[in-house]
């Protein structure tokens, strides 16, 4: 039995010090996954401690078929998006505009660093911010992004075409300033 399965078993347990020590190795990591799906760190830091309540109330039900960090990664980001359901404000899509990709939008996010890029994110609004942190961070395609937030794929492509439009502007607008 490897360390991190006998944490594991400690915590099923309900070993405070287990949970405590399960909470430090993973926290740091997790409170960056919720504050992608925020605006204001104090939010994050709720969706944080709500997530480790869902761990360890569901840690027994955790079958190995995946890596621990995995589950918990996956029980953070259902929380944030039950966090911010109400928020979800999905803009019609006659307001995307077609946006081309070229070599000069590289060359500008390449100028920031990954934290003023994550800032950037985190000001869009509310519903692009989430469908561009699932498909674009997370990896999820426009079908599972609809099912996870009850919309259609196609609102989940509008959406994440408008996050784009929004980056890029303020790309080029912070290059200007600063460029």
Known sequence: MTAMDQLIERCIKGERKAQRELYDLF????????????????????????SFIKVFDRIKGFTKKAKLETWIHKIVINTALNNNRGKLYMFPMSDVE????????EMIIS??????????????????????NLFAIEGYNH?????????????????????????????????????
């Open 27 to 50: 926290s740091a990591k997790m409170f960056v996954v919720a504050l992608r799906y925020t605006k204001a760190r104090q939010e994050a830091e709720d969706i944080l401690q709500e």
């Open 98 to 105: 077609v946006l081309t990709e070229n070599e000069d939008d």
């Open 111 to 132: 100028a920031y660093s990954l934290d003023e890029l994550l800032e950037m994110i985190r000001e869009l609004p509310t519903g692009c911010q989430v469908i561009f």
């Open 143 to 179: 079908r599972e992004i609809a099912k996870k937030l009850n919309i259609s794929a196609g609102t989940s492509k509008s959406q994440y075409a408008r996050a784009k439009m929004l980056l890029q502007k303020r790309l080029k607008k912070e290059s200007v300033h600063y460029g």
